[in-house]
Every structure is written in C-alpha cells, then in structure tokens.
C-alpha cells in the first residue's frame, strides 16, 4: 500500500537540514532524499558532496525521483521547479506560500492535467495541518468564516512590544535573530506573508482562487505608542489578523489587518511566535486551532506531514471547487475601525459611512467609525505612505447596503 | 468521483434530528436519509410515518442502502447492528464511544475482511477533528503524547463549581438539563466517557488497542471545597484529564483523572462544555485544538463530515498499526499525585514511592506525592468508594525505575 519515496530536494536552508535529519532518524516513514539542489556549490555542508547539485535538470530528469520537495526562497524560480515536476510526472510538496498564492490556478489545472499531486501544508499556519483540516472536515455549505494569526513573526513583535514594554525595533530585531522573520520584515510586518496564506486557506474554505493583490492588507509598521495605550484601556491586545467571511449564499470577503482583540476571543491568548485559527460553521460551533508558526522546525513538521501523506499518495481534492455555486467575492462590506492619526490631512480619502466617536488629545488622535473594504482596497497603495494606524474594532462584518452587491463584484480569477 | 450516499439510520434522537434537518440544507453532500430505524413506533415525530421502523432488518436488508448511522445508545445492540452492517458490505458511521472503545479490535478486523469502512469522528472530542487529524497528520514516530479535556459534561461542572461558585449538585442538574450530561452521570463524572474516548484516540497515536478496563481512570464526584481551595491558592484550575504519553522508544502509557492545571497550560482555558486537545510532537511542538464538546450540534457536525467523507469513499487506513513495532502499554511510571482526605485509614494501601507534602489542618488534610500508576490501577474500585480527591499535580510522567519494565509490561489485546 505504501509508496516507497525518492526525494529531489530543493534548497538546503534551515528547514531542509532539519528535515534530512528527522528523515534519517524515522522509522515510519518510507523516503528517502536522494540528491539535493542549490544554489552555491562550494559552501561548507554537514552531508557528502555527491548529494549536491548545482543543476537542477539532474534531479527533474532523475527516473528514480519520484517527489520533489521545494524549499527555496525566490518565487520564480519555485514556481518553474514546482510546474515542470508536475508535468513530468513528479509529485510535488512546497512550503512557497508566495509562490502558491499568485499561481493556485495553474497549479490546480497542473495537477488535474498530470495527475500529480501538490501538497503545501508547510505554506500555512506553520505546523497547525489547516488546510487539510479544511479539505477534509468542513463542507463549504457549513463554513462560516475562518480567521486567525498566520505570521508568526509579527506576532513575536507585537507580544514583545506590547506586553513586554519592548521598542518596535528591538522586537523585530529579536525576531529576526530567533529565525522567526522573513528575510524582508516588510513580508511579515506588511501583513503579505499572511495574505499569501489567507489567499491558499481562501481557496480551501470556499472554492475560489483570489489573488493575492485583489485583497486589503495593512501591517503593523505605524503601531505606536498611543494605540498601545488605547488597547490596554479597552483591555485588548492588538493583533495582525486575517479574515474571510461569508455574508450570505452568494459572496464572501477577506482582508488582512490588525484587531483590537477581546479577552473572549480565543486568538487573545495567541502569543509570541504561535500562530492561532477560528474556524467557525454551522454545526460544530467555533473550532480553534493553535501551534507554532514560524522557525525550521514547525515548517519541517508540516514538510514532513506531506512528504508522509505522500507515501500513502495522498491528494488535495479541492471539493470545494467542485462544491462552489457562484460564490462571489465583494469588498461592498462595512467594517467598523479604530484609526489613530497625527494629522487631520491623514484621514484625507479615508470615506467613513458613519463616525461612532472621535478624540483629539494633546499628543493623540483617533476616530473611531464605520468604513467600506471598498475604500480601504482603492486607497492601500497610499494608506501605507501615511502616519496612521489603523485596526479592526469590532470583528463584525456586514454587507454595505448602499450600493448594490453585485455591481460591485470582484471580478476573480 | 462522489458517491451518492442512501442513508439507513439508527436512533432519531437530538443528534439524528439535528442531522435530518442539515442533510435537507445541505447542496454540498450527496446524502439522503432513506428509512430509520427507532424503538418506538407510536412517538409523535416530524417526519411522515413512511420513513420509520423498528424492524432493523428493514435497513439492513435493504440494498439500495449503502451507509448505516448508527446513533442509538445502548453500545450492545450498537455493536451488532454496526458488525451486521460492515459484514454486509456496508460502511457506517457512529458516534458510539463505549461500544467502539470496547469493540475496536473486532471492528478493525471486520472493515480489513469485508472491505468496509467504519468511521467515528463523532466519538470523541465532539467536534474537534481528532481521529482524522491523529490519522493522517502525525506519524506515530515523532508523537510525543496526546492528553486533553474529552468530556464536556464535567467540564461544564468544573467550571460552575470551580468558577462561579455554584455547588456539585447543581452544576450537574444544569448539565444535564442543557443535554451535556450522559444518561447516567457516571459516566461523565466518573471519567468512563473519557476513557473511552482516550482508547480510541490511543489505537490512532500508537497503533494498539488498549481495553478500557485496562486503564486506570478517576472522576470528580469527590471533588470537596478544600480541593477548590487548595487549587485556586496555587492559581491552578482543577479539569478532569486523559492523557496518553510516550516514555521511549518501547513503551507508553495512559490514564484519565483529575489534574492541577496551571495557568501556562492551554487546558487552562478550556472551560465549559468545550473539549481541548494538545499534542505534543518533535517537530510542530504543541498543538492544541478546543471546539465545543458537548450536545447534538457538534456531535451532528461530526458525523456529518463523517458522512461527507463517506462520499469521497474515505476510511480510516490505521496507519499506527502498520507502523507501531512493538511499543507496549506500561503502568510502571511515576505520577505526582495531590490526594486529599478525611481519614488517615483513607489513605491506605495507597502506596507513595515518596511523600513531598503533607498538610493536616483543622478541616482538611492532603498529601502530595509520587505514587505509581500500578498501584493506582490495582486498588481502582477501592478508591472509588473512599472519601478522598485525587489529582495529577505535574503533568510529567516519568517510568518507574524500581523494577524492569517488561516484567510488568501490560498484556493488550
């Protein structure tokens, strides 16, 4: 019943190294990595030489190869290993939450057309096995919504920062040292690395591909001090969130930014470098899943979970592509936020439907007042640029009834 | 590639009423409920008369039925209507804990023989997607341990005593009139209901099958106002455990009392009728996962993706035993108990490998010390009947190193 596996590994970082050892150590599982590709043949390495290659053919031409892991960071060059494994009969497991995002379509049509299998467990939520949780538990007809923490980084920054007392800057610099932050902050700290992963968990939860520049994301860059203050009063913490929803029987939104998060909400208690998911649907009520989210070794788990599910040639099915009645996407939705600001000229563009309360201090300022995605999406290019910080307020999400749904339909890939 | 499900069901109840109605809504699954199976013919019901019989055969022998529900409560009749079905070529799905826990060796046998697939997702931990998870994402090599809150019932109780003051009785009474609570409360409170739960999450950690007379397991009847005291001094909360834990590489073990759960704990947060599961693994750390626990919607959302993975044909591949080589049930370990009692004579035969405190107050008297699970386990029906509280007071579990331990190794099925 079980496949024996001949491993083509690309790159040898962190996770890889972790992933040869436990590999080497496992009795459950039958693989083996039979060569290794990367990038500078000389560096010093912990394995023989004749396991290295530099030529990435001679592992994609290799017949005895029959799955190949890629860990690599440049999207483009994964994204050229992972399809044409997949053409040439090869299964395939990847980590590139970047590269998975922008190309699900294609890849979803690869694996139908080959009959090879992608399995990217490690892309999302480190070692928590969502996606299978996803394909496999919940019927589209069922799922509420799924929201959580997918950037471990982030998290460890706003931990240290806000309940630790820590400068911005030295948090991201500890985050940095543990392994837990992208090479560029801006991936983890801009809320993209979390976009990317709300992007695959979109097309897991509801059938639909959305690309990764179609949705809202805003980081947490301008946190400071006085929205701090102001959560700590309200006594919440703030967190880098992602959302999708679904509003009713024919569409469903999504967006990435940070929340004012209640004690009673259990991502509250989601700290440091965790990563923490709410699934919630009709039946089984709100489901919450929490575990490790950045470092080698909860990716390597997630690796390792794949390369195992491949050995018993597991596949993801996508049910609920097949499933999906016409479920659209729409930002025509209102979301009620907290925006603090240094100047008036900064809220400039910023179209509130309806203003709940507003504070101008000596040394602060902030409104508190209902938005439309909608507004929020034209602007995020500029909203980045300015000295203000925005957050969630309440997790509610409601249809805007101004304008009519479906004229505003986001056209989806 | 779906099947199209006709579905046979046992037992109209909460959950199979709850199920009647999603299956109508639902566009997602093909299922359809074709004849159901209940004890009394002559109870008022919603359904027109057509769809009920008490004559089991009616389903059974009926062809164009290809999956049984089994929701009834008595776990004989159960067991012989879920044997009857599999043996027939029949898949079934059932939400039976005591008769599967009891049963599963034979039930393993019977899906090998006839090429029948039994799934029981809502057995344990109400929602949470344990079974599937434990199958499919963890390799048994690198699993450290399972333990968690399976019962909601006395969760619901713990956390209305211990929190909000309310007394044993009526905690219970509030329990059971909201449906948490088991027929008999016994089952609950006496932590049976868990320990079912626990031997079939262990077959699907570590590929054997333990019968649940073989574990030692403990409940919180006796739970008396000085236990609460004691607890809430050292910022603890007091939660009726299972636990199922790895020692090395040759043996494990596995029982169900109550426990001293600090704060730093993520059961410490699982209050209510909500269910909570860690595990613990090499490389993804700890997991943990909390969803509702008790009463017929999750119990309904469970077998509903049981039901919905019966039309992709999916089925348990039992993957722990294929793998398990040779690890063995052991009750020679060492746990650190807090027993408290009224009377001296209450504590004999209770053999303590080493005493750490003793307390003797006006009104109340503890001891803590490390005791070994066999010495537990051989005086379980005595304990039941004496006046005193035990609890777990570290969750560490360590192998008695008094005596060698393949003499003492437990045989299991």
């Known amino acids: 019943m079980k496949k024996e596996i001949r491993i083509g590994l690309f790159g040898f970082g962190c996770v890889g190294q972790g992933l040869y050892d436990v590999l080497n150590e496992s009795r459950g599982i039958r693989a083996e990595i039979r060569k290794i590709a990367v990038k500078h043949a000389d560096k010093p390495r912990k394995l023989p030489a004749h396991f290295f290659t530099t030529d990435a053919d001679e592992i994609l031409d290799d017949p005895e190869i029959n799955l ?56 999302s939520c480190g070692s928590i096995p969502i996606i299978r949780t996803l394909e496999e538990y919940y019927d589209n007809e069922l799922l509420f919504g799924v929201s959580g923490i997918f950037n471990g980084s982030s998290n460890y920054i706003l931990t240290k920062v806000y309940q630790e007392g820590s400068t911005y800057e030295a948090a991201l610099r500890q985050a940095q040292e543990l392994g837990f932050a992208e090479t560029d902050p801006t991936l983890d700290v801009g809320g993209f690395d979390p976009l990317y992963k709300l992007c695959i968990i979109t097309a897991h939860s509801y059938g639909t591909f959305i690309k990764p ?16 203050r102001y959560a700590k009063e309200k006594g919440c913490k703030i967190k880098l969130v992602c959302t999708v929803r679904k509003l009713n029987g024919s569409c469903f939104t999504l967006f990435v930014m940070p929340q004012l998060v209640r004690s009673d909400d259990p991502l509250f208690l989601v700290d440091r470098e965790n990563n923490g998911v709410v699934v919630e649907a009709a039946f089984s009520d709100k489901q919450f899943f929490q575990g490790k989210g950045a470092g080698g070794h909860p990716t390597g788990s997630a690796v390792l979970s794949d390369i195992s599910a491949s050995t018993y040639e597991y596949r993801y099915e996508y049910k609920k592509i097949a499933q999906n009645e016409g479920l659209e996407y729409t930002r025509d939705v209102n979301l009620e936020v907290y925006v603090s600001y240094e100047r008036e000229e900064d809220l400039e563009g910023l179209e509130f439907v309806e203003v709940l309360e507003r504070y101008q201090g000596r040394q602060s300022h902030y409104v508190i007042g209902t938005v439309t995605l909608a507004s929020l999406y034209r602007h995020k290019e500029d909203l980045r640029t300015r000295n203000i910080f925005i957050a969630l307020n309440q997790p509610k999400v409601t249809l805007a009834e101004t304008q009519p749904a479906e004229a505003n339909a986001v056209a989806v890939s």
Chains 1, 2 share one sequence.
């Open 68 to 123: 190949i892991v890629e860990l690599i960071n440049d999207p483009d060059a994964a994204f050229d290993i992972v399809s044409r494994a997949l053409r040439s009969g090869k299964d395939v497991v990847s980590a590139n939450k970047k590269m998975i995002a922008e190309h699900l379509p294609e890849l979803y049509e690869l694996q139908k057309q080959y009959g090879t299998s992608l399995l990217y467990e490690a892309s």
């Open 213 to 228: 520049e179609e949705v809202f994301n805003f980081g947490i860059q301008s946190l400071a001090a006085q929205d701090i």
